[in-house]
């Protein structure tokens, strides 16, 4: 709907009339000499004549006229503009099926609008520029045509291809079209087993992850410049071998294919040596270095141990327990020795007095010699009478 308004100052109620670009009359005063419903009388005084125009059409477009009939008559000019949108906006793929690397080719069209709208690419959240096209149809409308032409990677597989039209009549006008795009294989190889080094005696076990459009239907396992281990063993993605040695170092590669081409990936072995067992500690000999370790061993225990080493502690409680018995013997002997010393020191210097019968008899004798000869049995029996202490 148009309003149109004529609007007079100071009016010394002279004659207003509203005229279309045909120059015919619409309304004088406040009658409607013309014979179209869609004008409609909205408001007339004698400073105002306001009307309304209802379903607009191209052909209402141009210049109105408001004419005062004065001496000379007066006129003012409005002009009234018509905006059509376009169409909703076709987009159209010359290729459904893309392949990474190829170039491929867009169009987007915009038909039958007023004035001539402006179309825009965008891909993904990047704008693209295109190639526009104007013609003028017939019925004054016009269609544009805008091209695009870009080359394609396998990160536009899924993404969104957007024509915009911008025209005054309308706003967020727009279609889209998703990319598919096929690319050959991405190949990764994962170790799955072990977590470190890779020594003698272990096990291998190796991934092979690929993704790829179409998906990849073949999936191959070679040493590069040698054969694959006999007892090695393929299945599907993943290679596993056992019980490693160093025949075994080499490369070893994954290669994925599909109908865009094929990738691989590398993994280089080597094998390490197998790691050495540290001996147990053997029970000490001296009591210093007993006591030495039975104080250590609960120190390491405390923390400095790491848990990855926990079964190489494992055998110390029982190095400890042979050591204490070891040490609990070697005092006691010990202790007893020094009480045998002490003993035998004592009774040496406390000899007691004591009496026997070798002179029995002779408590009469004048003197020794007297003694002796007078005591029982005489010389002949001394060796019998000898005592002796130990």
């Avoid at 376009?86 to 987007?108: F, K, W, Y």
């Avoid at 609008?113 to 825009?120: D, F, N, Q, V």
């Amino acid at each position: 709907m148009a309003i149109i308004s004529c609007r007079v100052k100071n009016n010394d109620d002279s004659v207003i009339q509203l005229l279309n670009p045909n120059r015919q009359t619409i309304y004088f005063r406040d009658m409607r000499p013309l014979k179209d419903s869609r004008f409609q009388l909205v408001n007339f005084s004698d400073n105002e004549l306001r009307v309304s125009l209802s379903n607009v059409s191209l052909s209402d477009e141009g210049r109105y006229v408001c004419q005062l009939y004065t001496d000379p008559p007066q006129e003012a000019y409005a002009e009234i503009t018509v905006l059509i949108p376009p169409g909703n906006p076709i987009i159209e793929a010359r290729d459904e099926v893309l392949s990474e690397g190829n170039e491929t080719e867009m169009t987007c069209t915009a038909m039958s609008s007023k004035p001539a709208a402006i179309i825009r690419w965008m891909k993904g959240d990047k704008e693209l520029p295109g190639k526009p096209k104007v013609e003028l149809t017939y019925d004054k409308m016009y269609t544009v045509t805008s091209r695009l032409t870009f080359t394609v990677s396998k990160e536009d597989d899924g993404v969104p291809v957007i024509c915009i039209v911008d025209h005054p009549a309308v706003k967020d006008f727009q279609a889209q079209k998703y990319l598919e795009v096929q690319y050959k294989p991405e190949v990764k190889i994962v170790v799955e087993f072990p977590q470190g080094l890779t020594r003698e005696g272990e096990n291998l076990e190796l991934s092979c992850k690929f993704r790829g459009k179409p998906e990849p239907q073949r999936v191959n396992w070679l040493k590069v410049d040698d054969d694959v281990p006999s007892h090695a063993v393929i299945t599907g993605a993943d290679l596993y071998i056992e019980n490693l040695n160093k025949s075994y170092n080499g490369t070893y590669r994954c290669v994925a294919s599909n109908s865009i081409g094929e990738a691989y990936d590398d993994y280089t072995l080597y094998v390490y040596d197998a790691p050495t067992t540290t001996p147990k500690s053997t029970t000490a000999t001296t009591t210093t270095t007993i006591i030495t370790t039975t104080i250590s061993y609960p120190e390491i225990n405390q923390g400095t141990v790491s848990p990855s080493h926990s079964r190489a502690g494992e055998g110390a409680p029982r190095t400890v327990d042979h050591a204490v018995i070891g040490g609990v013997v070697a005092v006691v002997v010990f202790a007893m020795l020094c009480l045998l010393i002490v003993l035998g020191r004592y009774f040496a210097r406390h000899k007691g007095t004591y009496f026997t019968h070798e002179a029995k008899g002779a408590d009469d004798a004048a003197d020794a010699d007297t003694a002796i000869i007078n005591a029982e049995g005489g010389h002949t029996n001394s060796d019998e009478k000898k005592e002796y202490y130990i």
